[in-house]
């Protein structure tokens, strides 16, 4: 009888494993470069301070993003009207670097404007030719002039207009208020239509009523037009009242001791200043400003 040779067992396979694919982490957009941004920035005014080691301002770094209106407040002597200086290219600092809108800032800016607390108004020009000065002198509005003069006078006026100067386009300086002259001195900072607005004390002569009521123009057209702003204030409830953050800065050498953003609401109106939210942000800044005012304290930033 034939042996049987017995059979092995089918060996069963193994099913194959499935390699699955590596999860693949979705990176967070970039965030957006900043607007106006301080890289370490000293300034000495001259070369014989600077080596003595005397700055007007030092170890200066920030970032401002597009869009965002900022106020720099300190005791005076701290170097905020420095600070504004460095910011539009008047002054070059002596160490670091300053970039606005991506570029190191090599001179000064055409896409800014300017206005002081003193207007400056030229004494023999009307309030529309006042306003029309910077078209004059900045290109290439300088070179389109007399092609474009009269969609240039539209813009005077269209913004003479929203800061309540309608009618008053042909009277000169000697005949206007000082907020009514203030208010001319804005627009003639924003004719050229300039990205970067830099604001040195701009309602600091003027009584509180007609200061508030320049708060609101200022608040509007910046909303609207959605231009950078740097302010320099000694007014604190001013600071709160427009700025989206506020740098403290240190007794001279002027460095950023504090950057307080400002989370109030908007749009704002002049109730908000009174509300104890306003005051808590108004009396901080305010502590830490008195507390620079003492010499022997050490402030960190």
Excluded at 8 to 36: C, N
Excluded at 74 to 101: N, Q, Y
Excluded at 121 to 136: F, G, I, Q, Y
Aim: overall charge neutral.
């Amino acid at each position: 009888m034939p042996s049987s040779t017995p059979q092995a067992p089918a060996t069963q396979e193994a099913p194959a494993a499935t390699q699955e694919a590596p999860a693949t982490t979705q990176e967070a957009p970039a965030a957006p470069a900043p607007f106006v941004e301080f890289r370490d920035v000293w300034l000495a005014y001259n070369p014989t301070l600077e080596a003595q080691g005397h700055y007007a301002v030092e170890a200066i770094d920030l970032k401002v993003a597009r869009g965002e209106f900022i106020a720099i407040v300190g005791p005076s002597g701290c170097g905020k009207s420095t600070f504004m200086k460095l910011s539009t290219g008047l002054k070059a600092p002596s160490r670091g670097e300053i970039r606005v809108d991506g570029r190191t800032v090599h001179g000064p800016l055409k896409i800014s404007g300017m206005a002081f607390q003193s207007a400056s108004l030229l004494p023999w020009r009307t309030t529309l030719a006042n306003v029309m000065l910077p078209l004059e002198i900045v290109e290439p509005y300088r070179s389109q002039l007399k092609s474009r003069r009269a969609e240039f006078e539209a813009r005077a006026r269209t913004l003479l207009a929203r800061v309540g100067l309608a009618g008053y386009e042909d009277k000169f300086p000697w005949q206007l208020s000082g907020g009514m002259q203030q208010r001319a001195s804005i627009c003639r900072a924003l004719i050229h239509e300039p990205q970067l607005l830099l604001l040195d004390e701009p309602f600091g002569a003027l009584d509180a009523f007609t200061r508030e009521e320049l708060w609101c123009i200022l608040r509007d057209l910046q909303a609207s037009q959605g231009f950078n702003v740097i302010l320099v204030t000694h007014d604190l409830r001013e600071s709160v009242f427009l700025a989206d953050t506020i740098y403290v800065m240190s007794r001279s050498p002027g460095r950023i001791v504090l950057r307080r953003e400002v989370p109030l609401p908007r749009p704002r109106d002049l109730d908000l200043t009174y509300t104890p939210a306003f005051g808590e942000i108004v009396q901080e800044l305010r502590s830490h400003i008195g507390a620079l005012k003492k010499p022997a304290m050490e402030v960190s930033p």
